[in-house]
T-cell receptor, first 115, second 111 residues
Framework: AQSVTQLGSHVSVSEGALVLLRCNYS??????LFWYVQYPNQGLQLLLK??????LVKGINGFEAEFKKSETSFHLTKPSAHMSDAAEYFC?????????????FGKGTLLTVNP | DTAVSQTPKYLVTQMGNDKSIKCEQN?????MYWYKQDSKKFLKIMFS???????INETVPNRFSPKSPDKAHLNLHINSLELGDSAVYFC??????????FGPGTRLLVL
């Protein structure tokens, strides 16, 4: 069984400030972890993913996330927020090693960026 | 050159009607999925097909019936639509074990 908890349904930052979106997961098998971004009225776009190997993963648009097994966390960060980062962000977990894994999503965090 | 496409993009219909949503991917993937996103933006998997075979079938009413005529297509037929079916339905696809790529979504409104 898998689950994802995203702390904070809404995060508001100023332009240029640090972005930190929190994600904790539970999984009975080694997880694949993902962050997706959804802009208004659009589909989901992959930001970054962790499968195996280096625990700090870099994604598009300057985002990165660190897999911390001991804390069962996969928080998303960006050093300096841009207005274009305003969107809904989803953390997801998938079971590793399987050929037809399903993604279990968190409830999403809406990021707003203030000028 | 759209990777995962869905039609229609918007669908407004009356309660009790039957409707279909279509999904096509041109990525050569062998697995396709349907997800439902409710009004609170919560995303939940409904079905998954691998090489036209149903693999994942979550607790979804029988009114929902997926059909995969070939590896590149996964359609979703919904019978006797209810108000609670109003949502955004996303199709996704991947190669086994790899990243899932999502379509733009179909916004279904049942009146």
């Amino acid at each position: 069984a898998q689950s994802v908890t995203q702390l904070g349904s809404h995060v508001s930052v100023s332009e240029g400030a640090l972005v930190l979106l929190r994600c904790n997961y539970s999984s009975s098998v080694p997880p694949y972890l993902f962050w997706y971004v959804q802009y208004p009225n659009q589909g989901l776009q992959l930001l970054l993913k962790y499968t195996t190997g280096a625990t700090l993963v870099k994604g598009i648009n300057g985002f990165e996330a660190e897999f911390k097994k001991s804390e069962t966390s996969f928080h998303l960060t960006k050093p300096s927020a841009h207005m274009s980062d305003a969107a809904e962000y989803f953390c997801a977990v998938g079971a590793s090693g399987g050929s037809n894994y399903k993604l279990t999503f968190g409830k999403g965090t809406l990021l707003t960026v203030n000028p | 050159d759209t990777a995962v496409s869905q039609t229609p993009k918007y669908l407004v219909t009356q309660m009790g009607n039957d409707k279909s949503i279509k999904c096509e991917q041109n990525l050569g993937h062998d697995t396709m999925y349907w997800y439902k996103q409710d009004s609170k933006k919560f995303l939940k998997i409904m079905f998954s097909y691998n090489n036209k075979e149903l693999i994942i079938n979550e607790t979804v009413p029988n009114r929902f019936s997926p059909k995969s005529p070939d590896k590149a297509h996964l359609n979703l037929h919904i019978n006797s639509l209810e108000l609670g079916d109003s949502a955004v339905y996303f199709c996704a696809s991947n190669r086994q074990g790899e990243t899932q790529y999502f379509g733009p979504g179909t916004r279904l409104l049942v009146l």
